[in-house]
Structure formats: C-alpha cells, structure tokens
C-alpha cells in the first residue's frame, strides 16, 4: 500500500455537501486524484472532549449535529464502515506517546467528517474513523497527536484534519456564498500559507500571537486545531502544499492542504 499524506480541509457549512462552488468542486475531485486509502482516520473540530478518545464503531451512524439547514441535508447519510482495528491501533499509538486515547465504541460520523468525505469518496466503501481534539490544550497538543499517529501513513491510512482555515460565524451577516474574503480573513489565511510553506512551526504554534486578525478569525480554536494533527501527521520534516484556496460566505477560507 502507498504512503499516504495527511490533509487539513475546511469544511465550511453542512451546505458546502449541496451547493456548488470552488470548494465543492475542489473535494469532489480530490478523492479520485489522490486515490483509494486503506481507510481514513478524521480529527474533526466537531467532536470536543477533555480527554483523547478514538472512535471504533464498526458501522458509525451519520450524525447531523447541525439546525436550520435543508431538509436534505438531514436526510443524507454516509454508511461507511468503522475502522475498529485502525482506530484500536491509533489509539494504542496514543497511549504509548502518553496522550492519553480512550475507545468510544459508539461515536458516529459529525458533519466535520462525514461531509468533506462524501464529497472525496461518495461511494462509502472506505472503513472511516474518527478522533477526539482537545481545544483546551491547544496546538501543541495537536501536532503531536498527529505526529504519534504519522507512522499509520506507511499503512494506507488517510489522516485527515477537518476544520477551517478561519471560523467566525458571527460576523456572517447573511452574504451570498461567493462573496469576496475582506482584508482581515484574507491577511489571516496568507499568513498560514506562508508559515506553512516556508516550515515556521514556532510561528504557526504561536499564530494567536503572530498571525494578523487571529482572535477574529477563530474566537475559538477548535476549527484550526485539526490544522496541527494535519501537519504532525505529516513528519517533523514535512512538506506542506496548498492544493485549494477559495472563500465561502467572505468569512469562511476554505484552503486545503497536503503533508508529505
């Protein structure tokens, strides 16, 4: 099985699954491009807790922990398979890294997954698990969850942090999906880029402090977080390539990006 990189996708609104536009389009093409993985392994931002769990449901339920949305929406499911022995080795991983990497035999598929890997692989025949992110320890802590996590690479396995490049929902005012990012959402996202570009790990683990408008951007860290399991999942050396930029609703980037 080839090695596979890790990814960060913004996941936007539930909506991104329905509505046509850079992004939908950019994740519908991916999953055929990148190719086929043994199975995927998704640190959502929609799935908090205190302590690292790991989810090996065997056959997870499609969850819709989102309100006022189209009555389709509620109405998709993804009825992929769990990955219960991935997800149990993740977990083992965790554990012998001393993070921690409790197994929730029960947890479903969020939107944080289950959108952005339908649009990837809408014929739900890859096995697919999630984890846990724990906003209250910060990136840090995420980088090295990815990077005890790294080596499930050599063995097929997708890593996949779901989240968003910027994430304040308050300042959404109703605007169309198509329009433009203002100046303090698109000096936020640059700054990312650039960072992660030229490999500026302090910077990035310091971004509250070093990037332009970031308490804007994210008044809360949980939809950046999967960004850091992203790229420890990548390697202590690892490469970082943007492979989307778009904006949806001007507030929300929706970059994505690969760690090899």
Do not use: C
Request: net charge negative.
């Amino acid at each position: 099985m080839a090695r596979m990189p890790s990814l960060f996708v913004s996941h936007g609104a539930p909506t991104l699954i329905l509505q046509d536009g850079p992004a939908h389009r950019f994740l519908a093409g991916y999953g055929a491009a990148l190719g086929k993985p043994a199975a995927i392994l998704v640190a959502s931002a929609h799935w908090e807790s205190d302590a690292l769990r790991v989810s090996t449901a065997p056959q997870p339920e499609t969850i819709h922990d989102f309100y006022g949305f189209p009555k389709a929406l509620y109405e998709m499911t993804y009825p992929a398979p769990g990955a219960p022995a991935v997800a149990a080795r993740a977990a083992a991983m965790l554990r012998d890294a001393g993070l921690g990497g409790g197994e929730d035999p029960n947890r479903g598929f969020d939107h944080g997954a289950w959108v952005p890997i339908k649009l990837m692989y809408p014929a739900a025949d890859i096995p697919v698990a999630q984890i846990s992110i724990q906003t209250g320890l910060g990136p840090a802590h995420q980088l090295a969850v990815g990077r005890a996590l790294a080596p499930l690479r050599d063995e097929g396995v997708l890593i996949v942090g779901s989240g968003s490049t910027t994430h304040n929902l308050a300042e959404f005012r109703g605007q169309p999906a198509e329009t433009p990012a203002p100046d303090w959402v698109a000096a936020f996202a640059e700054w990312a880029h650039a960072a992660l570009s030229e490999g500026r790990l302090d910077d990035l683990l310091a971004y509250r402090s070093k990037a332009p408008h970031a308490v804007r951007n994210h008044p809360t860290e949980e939809h950046f977080l999967p960004l850091f399991t992203a790229l420890g999942a990548g390697g202590p050396k690892a490469r970082a390539e943007r492979i989307h930029a778009s904006t949806t609703f001007g507030i929300l980037a929706m970059d994505a990006y690969a760690f090899t």
